[in-house]
T-cell receptor, first 114, second 115 residues
């Protein structure tokens, strides 16, 4: 049973460009959350998708957007990249049952903005 | 707003020793989850242990155990018989007990297990 997978592993972009990161949840999981982890910091919640809709959003600008597909996979899009967007982007998926609030994380995508 | 504070940025212990990582949190909620996640150099965030706030009994997972003090809003992680593979960043985290609520992380403690 494959866990949470993310692609690509690493990505280098320049300021002003746009980027799309991808996530496939663990089998049976229907909810996907995205986190940004700056170097030396803990992850910060960006947003969460459930039933193809954004259900929750953290304190991130509209340049950060996402999408969830019918197969529960998800994309994170960032427009007009800034140097400060350089970070590890983590995707997490979770089970569709109320009593197991455990999110399982993917290996992350390292984004470098030059 | 909920916050999670880890006051030890970095720690080092000898292999086979016991080490305790500290964490405090702030919330006005009564039902929530607390977690310890491990992030080795491979970057994969791995759940170490989970505590449900309504359970008074401290959670344990093999060599890992927690000391959950709800009134003091304290949630420390004890690693017994530490191993080289325990070297990693450890994050204390909080989640409100609703379905799939966001996880709020502390800044982490970098733990080095020395041979």
């Amino acid at each position: 049973d494959a866990g949470v997978t993310q692609s690509p592993t690493h990505l280098i972009k320049t300021r002003g460009q746009q980027v799309t990161l991808r996530c496939s949840p663990k089998s049976g999981h229907d909810t996907v959350s995205w986190y940004q982890q700056a170097l030396g910091q803990g992850p910060q919640f960006i947003f969460q998708y459930y039933e193809e809709e954004e259900r929750q959003r953290g304190n991130f600008p509209d340049r950060f957007s996402g999408h969830q597909f019918p197969n529960y996979s998800s994309e994170l899009n960032v427009n007009a990249l800034l140097l400060g967007d350089s970070a590890l982007y983590l995707c997490a998926s979770s089970l569709p049952t109320r009593d197991t609030d455990t999110q399982y994380f993917g290996p992350g995508t390292r984004l470098t903005v030059l | 707003a909920q916050t999670v504070t880890q006051s030890q940025p970095e720690m080092s212990v000898q292999e086979a020793e016991t080490v305790t990582l500290s964490c405090t949190y702030d919330t006005s909620e009564n039902n929530y989850y607390l977690f310890w996640y491990k992030q080795p150099p491979s970057r994969q965030m791995i759940l170490v242990i989970r505590q449900e706030a309504y359970k008074q009994q401290n959670a344990t997972e093999n060599r890992f155990s927690v000391n959950f003090q709800k009134a003091a809003k304290s949630f420390s992680l004890k690693i017994s018989d530490s191993q080289l593979g325990d070297t990693a960043m450890y994050f204390c985290a909080y989640s409100y007990r609703d379905r799939d609520d966001k996880i709020i992380f502390g800044k982490g403690t970098r733990l080095h297990i020395l041979p």
